[in-house]
């Protein structure tokens, strides 16, 4: 309970003395004429991985990452089953390029949360709407080719089955970023994450988890049956 408390504490510090930061950036970006617009971006990047870091040192994490020297330095598609949370943390603190989340658009509700989330190029999907997931595609699509790396957890929302190695079904359309952008996909598997949190909710834990990062490949580059499915295909 302690930890929550003083996770609590710092999450609300750190998006309260926050505002300033993004209120600078945004005013150096409308007066600068030279303004160097993804530097500012990397300065957003790293502030908020610091934030994320300390927040999983609070909880006392311990992670172990196999796989790192798989993920290519070039905007790429990360595709990862989601369990908890701290999948976010756990990853984002460790993309070395700009990345951004694919979100659910209920996270528009958080004032500060979610002008940082915009701020570092996430996208809020609309999963109850077609035409608004398609926009979003397009979107993230756009992203890759800007340069900015997309990370999606295709199940759609957090699995809470008691079987840490069943899935639910990966949403095929999330594979289309890769498909129409041409950029490698990188299957991310987490495992541990519930045990921090959501397993004994408001209890958190000290507890070991991994995270795998995968070989990447093409989406066109697979057989037709297996691009056909390529959802399935990455699970």
């Not at 701020?119 to 890759?144: M, Q, T, V, W």
Request: proline fraction near 5%.
């Amino acid at each position: 309970m302690i930890r929550f408390i003083f996770l609590v504490l710092f999450l609300f510090s750190f998006l309260l003395f926050g505002i300033p930061m993004l209120v600078i950036e945004w005013a150096l970006g409308k007066c600068m004429k030279h303004f160097n617009q993804e530097a500012s971006d990397y300065r957003c990047l790293r502030v908020v991985q610091w934030a994320f870091k300390v927040i999983l040192w609070i909880t006392g994490v311990k992670v172990t990452v196999i796989g790192k020297e798989n993920v290519p330095d070039e905007p790429v598609l990360f595709i990862a089953n989601h369990r908890s949370y701290f999948d976010i943390l756990l990853t984002y603190s460790r993309c070395k390029r700009l990345t951004g989340y694919v979100a659910k658009k209920e996270m528009l509700r958080y004032p500060i949360l979610r002008d940082w989330m915009k701020r570092l190029y996430c996208l809020f999907l609309d999963r109850d709407n077609p035409k608004e997931g398609l926009k979003s595609i397009l979107e993230a699509i756009d992203h890759i080719k800007k340069g900015i790396s997309i990370c999606i957890f295709p199940e759609g929302t957090r699995n809470e089955s008691d079987d840490i190695l069943e899935m639910l079904p990966f949403k095929e359309g999330s594979l289309k970023i890769a498909e129409k952008s041409g950029c490698p996909v990188v299957p991310v598997a987490i495992t541990g994450t519930a045990e921090i949190f959501e397993n004994h909710i408001p209890i958190m834990k000290s507890s070991q988890v991994t995270i795998e990062f995968g070989e990447p490949f093409i989406v066109k580059e697979l057989e037709p049956a297996k691009r056909k499915f390529a959802g399935a295909y990455t699970q």
